[in-house]
């Protein structure tokens, strides 16, 4: 049975500073996806990441992935407060049919 | 906005009772899944329809069913509420491509409320 783990549970940081949130996942794949969530909200795609080695940048987000460590990472980058959200990573377990198990998530809380 | 629709977007119903939560799903995708998030907890992948079949299912009971119909909209039917199952559901739509379906898009949700 596929595990994805995510680590920490709950982030609160300051305006400014870098962080990095990992998410480990127990069986082999090589599509990953992270997503944030708003209160009550659904879920908004940020990156997919396909292959091993993979990274992507938007503002201040930074995603990569290492398929053989199954070890993916969000990295921020001098954080606003406008980031605070929880972040899901999700990990594809049918090889390509979209069938996704989530992590637990990350709440991040940006303190001015 | 994804293009995926889901109805209602909230509603309450009473333990033992029957619900029907409704999804469109974005032009031209023809795989639709459900996905149950109880609160503070991650979504949980509940089954995936795939041209009107039932393609896949996660670690739900039976009461737990689902439909597509011929425009890939599709419907989530829970039968004999429990407490438990007040979460938000969720529905992705995708569409196979070269082998492997493309990035599924979620829709706002369905709060659903047992009481």
């Known amino acids: 049975e596929l595990k994805v783990e995510q680590n920490p549970l709950f982030l609160s940081m300051q305006e400014g500073k870098n962080y990095t949130i990992y998410c480990n996942y127990s069986t082999t794949s090589d599509r990953l996806y992270w997503y944030r969530q708003d209160p009550g909200k659904s879920l908004e795609s940020l990156f997919v990441l396909l292959s091993n080695g993979a990274v992507k940048q938007e503002g201040r987000l930074m995603a990569s992935l290492d398929t053989k460590a199954r070890l993916s990472t969000l990295h921020i980058t001098a954080a606003v407060h406008d980031l605070s959200a929880t972040y899901f990573c999700a990990v594809d377990n049918d090889f390509g049919n979209e069938k996704l198990t989530f992590g637990t998530g990350t709440r991040l809380t940006i303190i001015p | 906005e994804t293009g995926v629709t889901q109805s209602p977007t909230h509603l309450i119903k009473t333990r033992g009772q029957q619900v029907t939560l409704r999804c469109s799903s974005q032009s031209g995708h023809n795989t639709v899944s459900w996905y149950q998030q109880a609160l503070g907890q991650g979504p949980q992948f509940i089954f995936q329809y795939y041209r009107e079949e039932e393609n896949g299912r996660g670690n739900f009971p039976p009461r737990f069913s689902g439909l597509q119909f011929p425009n890939y909209s599709s419907e989530l039917n829970v039968n004999a509420l429990e407490l438990d199952d007040s979460a938000l559901y969720l529905c992705?739509?995708?569409?196979?491509?070269?082998?492997?379906?493309?990035?599924?898009?979620f829709g706002q949700g369905t709060r659903l409320t047992v009481v």
């Open positions: 992705a739509s995708s569409v196979p491509r070269g082998g492997l379906n493309t990035e599924a898009f």
